[in-house]
């Protein structure tokens, strides 16, 4: 059944408040349930403190473990406390006689959260006394403090957000409904006239004298329509000055247009047709005609010439003096026809660059796949010792781990040129991010005898994404302990910040890198040695990664060889 335009408003609006109706409910319930959770807490806090206050201040003993369960024990809403050291052992435990035999608590998600965050919480079940609990975990100086609430129905009913609002928001949602309905009335009797007038116009029907429209946009639409059709008459003037906006853009275009008639006469040309036309041929000339007799437009006159009628387009491309020209021809149903001369040399540079990227995609690929192929033939084909065995089993899973890398190292270099809208941004805390990428490479850093330091403020945050931020200070690690050298130094420095940009350094007092290198080394798979990417498994990509993540945040990158030795990197990031 089709349904009539006030039908498909009505539904249309119904359903667009209706989702916004559900969102304000879930999003109110959600700060609600939220606030009540936070004011919770707090009361947990309270009692925290309270019981480190009191061993504070009597000291934490086998004496005064009797004395923190009463002060537990005077606690409302039957709290549970427990008292844990800095390795995760249990000292004390309001509900447990021996809270020495019970398994290490470091792992409990409110102790890890507190450990990072000086306190945290989490709602499970104890697996002590197998009751589910909302935990509230402190961390001081020597000893964690947590208080438990039993999680039961008394508690769920604190935390359950009121219904008034919802009945609230209903109403309302009623109201509008009435008041949209009132509107699709209006809208339909605009509507209404306006096909009305649709089906004169179609039917060759002289328009009323006195046609009228109501005040709105509809009529305003019904109004000028009528305009239009009275003023029929100017339809050849308008038509007329449309031809001339058409030739002013021919005139302005980039490329060059020439319009011939099937005699091969010039009907328009603009001024890049003349400018390209003379370019590419052997002798000047400024009658367009002579291009029947140009050796280079060969192609379009036999194409001309030699065509079907279903064949009106044609195009090919010629080289020269450096430059990559597209001439395309196209015939028009009165066999005129136009040919367009454009100069597609960049675009062609682009094209070879894409292609020399591809070539060097393939060579990369290659030696991993290669080894990987062949220690696998050798592990299925012959029959080895196992030590032997394990040792190309090793080097194919190597080789493997590299070809991951590579693959994934490629996959965000083209994301984040071709489709960097799809990184979302997010404000990002830099110091914590340095800390979390130091304690994944301590290994690392350690075998090569590197100190690791770095200078930014704890409140310093950018709003940018996080995986190109790491991956900036990631790749500059990498790049340092692959290359660099042992025993020596790291160094990240906030060093200035202003309204717009923070700006960092980054240097290793390691080798360097010769000075003729030092403008390459951000290029996609370029190596200062040939032979140093296959012993240390990298991609060549770690650093054109890096200024291409430098760039998405807005921000510049420059590299030199310090004075006291190694690289020294300088970049920008937009707050």
């Known amino acids: 059944m089709k349904l009539s335009y006030k039908q498909q408003l009505f539904t249309y609006f119904f359903i667009i408040f209706a989702l916004f109706t559900v969102g304000i409910i879930i999003v109110e319930q959600h700060e609600e349930v939220k606030q009540r959770t936070e004011s919770l807490e707090s009361r947990l806090d309270s009692y925290a403190e309270m019981i480190y206050a009191y061993i504070n201040k009597h000291q934490l003993n086998d004496s005064s473990m009797l004395q923190i369960h009463d002060l537990a024990a005077a606690m409302p809403m039957d709290i549970r406390a427990t008292i844990i050291d800095n390795d995760g052992n249990v000292i004390f435990d309001k509900d447990i006689s021996n809270p020495s035999a019970l398994e290490n608590h470091l792992s409990r998600p409110e102790i890890m959260s507190a450990l990072y965050q000086e306190k945290g919480s989490d709602i499970r079940m104890s697996a002590s006394t197998k009751q589910e609990y909302l935990y509230y975990a402190k961390h001081y100086k020597d000893y964690y403090?947590?208080?438990?609430?039993?999680?039961?129905?008394?508690?769920?009913?604190?935390?359950?957000?009121?219904?008034?609002?919802?009945?609230?928001?209903?109403?309302?949602?009623?109201?509008?409904?009435?008041?949209?309905?009132?509107?699709?009335?209006?809208?339909?009797?605009?509507?209404?006239?306006?096909?009305?007038?649709?089906?004169?116009?179609?039917?060759?029907?002289?328009?009323?004298?006195?046609?009228?429209?109501?005040?709105?946009?509809?009529?305003?639409?019904?109004?000028?329509?009528v305009a239009l059709l009275k003023q029929k008459d100017k339809s050849q003037s308008q038509l007329e000055m449309e031809k001339e906006k058409l030739i002013q853009h021919f005139h302005?275009?980039?490329?060059?247009?020439?319009?011939?008639?099937?005699?091969?006469?010039?009907?328009?040309?603009?001024?890049?047709?003349?400018?390209?036309?003379?370019?590419?041929?052997?002798?000047?000339?400024?009658?367009?005609?002579?291009?029947?007799?140009?050796?280079?437009?060969?192609p379009v006159i036999e194409f001309i010439n030699n065509r079907t009628d279903d064949e009106i387009y044609h195009t090919y491309q010629i080289n020269k003096s450096g430059k990559t020209f597209s001439i395309q021809t196209v015939v028009f149903e009165d066999d005129n026809f136009e040919i367009t001369i454009k100069d597609i040399s960049k675009a062609e540079k682009n094209r070879l660059l894409k292609q020399e990227m591809t070539s060097n995609i393939a060579h990369e690929l290659r030696t991993p796949v290669t080894s990987l192929r062949a220690y696998l033939e050798t592990l299925t084909s012959q029959e080895l010792p196992v030590e032997k065995k394990e040792l190309f089993i090793d080097r194919a899973y190597q080789q493997s781990v590299r070809l991951s890398n590579l693959i994934e190292d490629i996959t965000l270099i083209s994301k984040i040129e071709e489709t960097s809208n799809q990184f979302q941004l997010e404000k990002i805390y830099v110091a914590q991010l340095i800390e979390e990428l130091r304690i994944n490479l301590t290994d690392k850093l350690e075998q090569n005898d590197i100190q690791f330091n770095y200078k930014v403020r704890d409140d310093l945050a950018i709003k940018g994404n996080y995986t190109l931020l790491y991956s900036i200070f990631r790749n500059l690690i990498d790049n340092t302990i692959s290359y660099a050298g042992k025993h020596i130094e790291i160094n990240i420095n906030n060093y200035m910040e202003d309204e717009t940009y923070v700006y960092f350094s980054y240097y290793d007092t390691g080798c360097g890198v010769d000075e003729q290198y030092l403008p390459r080394l951000f290029e996609r798979f370029y190596r200062v040695n040939e032979g140093r990417t296959r012993d240390t498994g990298g991609s060549g990509l770690g650093l054109s990664i890096v200024k291409n993540a430098v760039l998405f945040h807005k921000g510049k990158i420059q590299v030199k060889n310090r004075k006291g030795g190694g690289l020294e990197f300088f970049f920008t990031l937009r707050k």
């Open 145 to 225: 403090v947590r208080v438990a609430l039993p999680y039961n129905i008394e508690t769920q009913s604190l935390l359950k957000a009121d219904n008034m609002f919802i009945y609230i928001v209903l109403i309302l949602f009623v109201v509008v409904l009435l008041l949209l309905n009132y509107v699709a009335d209006r809208f339909t009797t605009s509507i209404s006239q306006l096909k009305d007038l649709a089906i004169k116009i179609k039917e060759g029907k002289p328009l009323p004298e006195n046609i009228t429209f109501p005040h709105d946009e509809l009529g305003d639409i019904g109004n000028q329509l």
């Open 252 to 298: 302005f275009a980039h490329e060059g247009i020439c319009i011939f008639n099937q005699d091969f006469k010039k009907i328009y040309a603009n001024t890049n047709f003349f400018q390209y036309f003379n370019f590419i041929t052997d002798e000047p000339a400024f009658d367009l005609e002579a291009i029947v007799k140009e050796e280079i437009f060969r």
